[in-house]
């Protein structure tokens, strides 16, 4: 079972950043590499949304709304992804998660990020 654990979210005014983290602390890289993997968020009365996803070949593919503000990076040797968000807005506020592209369980915990205008 891939258990993902999603860290770095917080409070910030609109215009700055954040650096979103996502470990497989019990991965092992023969696990972890092949993965095909993604952020999502989930805001107050909306649903889950795909925003960014990283392939195992590295390749990456955003929604609209974070395309040149957002960037979704992987490191195999830490087991983790990341996504660095720029210029963020209060539109931006959500739980962000991340899971397996193309699962709809093993939700995990997520991390708040929050926007102030």
């Known amino acids: 079972q891939v258990r993902l654990v999603e860290s770095g979210g917080g409070l910030v005014q609109a215009g700055g950043s954040l650096k979103l983290s996502c470990k497989c602390p019990r991965c092992i890289t023969s696990v972890f590499n092949p993965l095909d993997l993604g952020w999502y968020r989930q805001a107050p009365g909306n649903q889950r949304e795909l925003v960014a996803l990283?392939?195992?070949?590295?390749?990456?593919n955003y929604d609209d709304s974070v395309k040149g503000r957002f960037t979704i990076s992987r490191d195999n040797s830490r087991k983790t992804i990341y996504l660095q968000m720029n210029s963020l807005e209060p539109d931006d506020t959500a739980v962000y998660y991340c899971?397996?592209?193309?699962?709809?369980?093993?939700w995990g915990q997520g991390t708040q990020v929050t926007v102030s205008s």
């Open positions: 899971n397996q592209v193309g699962r709809d369980d093993n």
């Open positions: 990283i392939t195992s070949a590295r390749t990456t």
